[in-house]
């Protein structure tokens, strides 16, 4: 969990940078995430940044021998169009994309 504590800026610094900055608070909460297996978990997500140019089907495909066609139904039911790479999600939709593959 991330929050600003409070904003820095910019006339603070030397040299002068073109953007202000923050303080950030980060609490790290275990478990935050309940998954049945949280190695598998961290893998698909891990997977889905491997090859950055490529697609979700493409990585989950490659990584875990996954059918596309099923990772392609997966992504349609959670709302994502096939073709979407790991960047756009947040975690709660790979919590959600996890549930339906696995």
């Not at 893998?43 to 989950?60: D, Q, V």
């Amino acid at each position: 969990d991330a929050r600003i504590m409070r904003s820095v800026g910019r006339n603070l610094f030397y040299p002068v940078p073109d953007v202000d900055s923050a303080v950030l608070r980060i609490d790290v909460v275990p478990n935050k995430y309940p998954v049945d297996d949280r190695t598998r978990f961290l893998k698909l997500i891990s997977a889905a940044f491997a090859m950055r140019r490529k697609t979700l089907s493409n990585n989950w495909n490659a990584s875990f021998g996954i059918p596309k066609e099923k990772i392609g139904e997966a992504l349609k039911e959670c709302g994502f169009p096939v073709d979407v790479r790991g960047e756009i999600l947040s975690i709660e939709d790979y919590l959600r994309l996890y549930a339906r593959l696995f």
